[in-house]
Each structure stands twice: as structure tokens, then as C-alpha cells.
């Protein structure tokens, strides 16, 4: 008499669930900071049910880790890909916005407003870079994927903001020219 067909809750016993320990322990380590095991370990198991529906699994132990993996490192390319975005959507004053930062009251005199005045005078692709490194800290790498160019562009582009605010410093007489 020939076997009789497992059903999938009884294949999923035994063939699946067997592994949850392993598959935990496996996914504690790998997925990304703030993730849930639990939902990486529900999806895992709804595919792979999905997959022991339509044709007979020959490993399991191998789709389910295989399956798990491939689930962690989308996570990790949504979570941590940046969103390549033109210049032309970013909004400056999203940006960097010298009124909310941890200056003190006291130091919001002219010399903040020149600051101000220095960083808007720089052209709009240059300002944007030159905001992101100064303000936000990010590197010239973080820079260049967020605006999708190349990291030399950002080399390029933070030196003529530097030249072109030393200049404007020179000109309102707040820095010599000596340099």
C-alpha cells in the first residue's frame, strides 16, 4: 500500500516546526536592530507553506533557512538603503534651519546671521552638500548615496563651499585675507 499523503499541518510539524530553535537562534543574530523574530519567523513559515502547496519540498531545514535569509537581507536593503532624492526636491529649510539648533540665545547675534547669510549665498547643489556634512554629519559616502552621485562630486563641491564662505567672510571683513 503506497504512503498515504501528509497533510501540511502534519508536515509542518514535522518537517518545520522541528527547526524553530535553531531558526530563532539563527535570527536573533541576523536580523536588524528593532526587528521582531516573531514576524521574520511568521513570514518565513506562511512562504514556505505557500511553496509545500504547490510542489513537494525535498529539504525543509534548507528552504526554511534559505527562506529566512533571503527575508533578512531585504530588511536590511529597505532599512538601510538610502532614498535617492535630486536636489531639486530637497527643501533647505529641511535641511538645515540655524534657529533650532543648540545655539545659544545669546549667540544669536550677527554672527550667526552672517553664518546664515554665507551658507544660503552658496549654490543650491553645494549648500545641500555642504549642509548634510556640516549639520546632519553624514559622510561624503552617506552624502553621495542620498543624492546620488559621486562621492568625488561631494569632495569637490564641499571645497567650493568652503572657498566660497571664506570669501564672503572676507568681504564682510570677518576674516582676513591673509590665507
Not at 521574520?40 to 502547496?53: N, V
Not at 561631494?154 to 576674516?175: D, S
Amino acid at each position: 500500500m503506497p504512503p498515504q499523503p501528509q497533510s501540511i499541518s502534519d508536515w509542518f510539524e514535522s518537517e518545520v516546526r522541528v527547526n524553530e530553535p535553531s531558526l530563532r537562534a539563527y535570527l536573533k543574530h541576523k536580523v536588524p536592530e528593532g526587528t521582531e523574530v516573531d514576524d521574520i519567523l511568521q513570514e518565513t513559515y506562511a512562504k514556505i507553506i505557500s511553496i509545500q502547496r504547490t510542489k513537494p519540498i525535498l529539504s525543509p531545514r534548507g528552504l526554511l533557512f534559505t527562506i529566512a535569509k533571503n527575508l533578512i537581507r531585504d530588511l536590511f536593503r529597505k532599512k538601510y538603503s538610502s532614498k535617492i532624492i535630486s536636489l531639486g526636491e530637497i527643501d533647505d529649510s529641511s535641511v538645515f534651519n540655524l534657529e533650532h539648533t543648540a545655539v545659544p540665545e545669546f549667540a544669536q547675534t550677527d554672527e550667526v546671521e552672517i553664518l546664515q547669510a554665507a551658507i544660503r549665498s552658496l549654490p543650491k547643489k553645494c549648500r545641500v552638500i555642504f549642509l548634510l556634512r556640516n549639520y546632519e554629519r553624514l559622510s561624503y559616502k552617506q552624502i553621495a548615496e542620498r543624492l546620488g552621485i559621486s562621492v568625488k562630486t561631494v569632495e569637490a563641491q564641499l571645497a567650493i563651499g568652503i572657498k566660497r564662505c571664506r570669501k564672503f567672510f572676507e568681504a564682510k571683513g570677518i576674516i582676513n585675507e591673509s590665507r
